[in-house]
């Protein structure tokens, strides 16, 4: 195992250069492996971080898989730093270069697993996901990544950012991939032989080309589309932001005050404003919530599946970073719902590909799945 430097692309933390076959599988940075020290992407714990003496459950599978020769670890990646972050930007440890337009950026937090399989180094990577995080960057990069439904995959010796909405889930360049990365996390796992065919569309304001890329695939598709609304979806997005960072506050707070001078600025900020929200703030918004819970109840006795744009547009250059935030769409009101969540490319009259967001009921991941392969064959012709 091999540090990384610097001066390289910033998409790796650390590399691991054995032999073998099966499909190279990297590992974010904020899950525990054996012998290895968990950074965070960030300073204020990599100076102290000691090596792991046990890897996180969540790694079973790969391992069994290392052992008969049908998988390979090639690193631990990157992120935005304490993955509380949408742009990936990391000014410790470098910010990994989108391959599809460097200008602009690979998003967050998950910057580095995301980089590692769009620019061919890995097959499978494991990211975390806490209000997008494997989605966002998936979207960025224009690779698959799906979000599984909370509590699925086990989140022990996983470094936390909000626990009640933390999710560990695979990226991969297509459906197959992310299928291969699911039976790594869950051995037995397996995609459904029968594909969700009722597509509720939710549209939400998004950039008329990401929105006529979407629904151009879905119609190639031969899906059953109908138009859903959900009501106040900006007053959702905003409730989940407000207890995803009341999370990150809490669980980052001790952090802040011993080693505020070792986190980076933007990061730094985020956590400070998000010390501000009140438990006042926090009781509005779990009845917000609640009601968001309950519009998906209602909905899923209408469709299978709930398709909207991963991100609202397309990803910022890098000097526009700010503005990602306001991109970020459906994706933190499905952790705070629990549920499923697929990222995957469509093809777009624009600078990059769109990104569709196909959303199911908790434990659906083997029918996303089978959707999205559904989708991707038709989009392939």
Same mark, same amino acid.
Do not use: K, W
């Given at each position: 195992m091999s540090p990384v430097s610097l001066a390289d692309v910033a998409t790796w933390i650390s590399t691991d250069s054995q032999p073998g076959s099966g499909p190279r599988v990297a590992v974010k940075d904020l899950i525990d492996m054996a012998g290895l020290p968990t950074t965070a992407g960030?300073?204020?714990? $990599?100076?102290?971080? &000691? #090596? $792991?003496?046990?890897? &996180? #459950?969540?790694l079973a599978g790969l391992r069994e898989a290392q052992r008969r020769g049908a998988a390979r670890f090639v690193g631990k990646t990157n992120l935005h730093e304490l993955a509380f972050g949408v742009t990936g930007i990391n000014a410790a440890f470098g910010t990994p270069v989108n391959p599809l337009d460097p200008r602009r950026v690979p998003g967050g937090s998950s910057s580095g697993s995301a980089v590692a399989v769009a620019a061919g180094e890995a097959d499978v990577a494991f990211g975390t996901d806490t209000g997008g995080s494997v989605r966002i960057p998936a979207a960025?990069?224009?690779?698959?990544?799906?979000k599984t439904t909370w509590g699925r995959v086990s989140l022990e010796d996983v470094r936390p950012l909000a626990p009640a909405l933390d999710t560990i889930g695979p990226m991969a360049r297509d459906i197959s991939g992310l299928v291969t990365g699911m039976a790594l996390l869950e051995p037995g796992?397996?995609?459904?032989?029968?594909?969700?065919?009722?597509?509720?569309r939710l549209a939400i304001g998004a950039d008329p080309t990401i929105d006529a890329a979407i629904d151009g695939a879905l119609r190639t598709a031969g899906f059953d589309v109908q138009p859903v609304s959900i009501p106040d979806v900006d007053a959702v997005i905003a409730a989940s932001l407000t207890v995803l960072s009341a999370a990150a506050w809490a669980t980052n707070a001790d952090l802040v005050r011993t080693s505020a001078d070792l986190i980076g600025a933007d990061v730094l900020d985020r956590l400070r404003r998000s010390s501000t929200i009140t438990e006042a703030d926090l009781a509005a918004a779990r009845v917000t919530i609640a009601g968001w819970r309950a519009a998906l109840d209602d909905l899923w006795r209408q469709?299978?599946?709930l398709a909207a744009p991963t991100l609202l547009g397309f990803p910022a250059l890098i000097e526009d970073a700010a503005t990602m935030m306001a991109l970020r769409g459906l994706t933190s009101p499905v952790n705070v719902a629990g549920v499923p969540s697929l990222a995957m490319p469509v093809p777009a009259d624009g600078p990059l590909p769109a990104s569709v967001q196909l959303i199911g009921p908790a434990n659906s991941e083997d029918r996303l799945l089978a959707a999205g392969a559904v989708l991707e064959a038709a989009l392939r012709g």
């Open positions: 960030s300073r204020a714990i $990599a100076e102290r971080a &000691a #090596p $792991a003496t046990h890897d &996180a #459950p969540c960025c990069c224009g690779i698959a990544g799906l796992f397996t995609i459904a032989a029968e594909a969700p065919r009722t597509v509720g469709v299978d599946v």
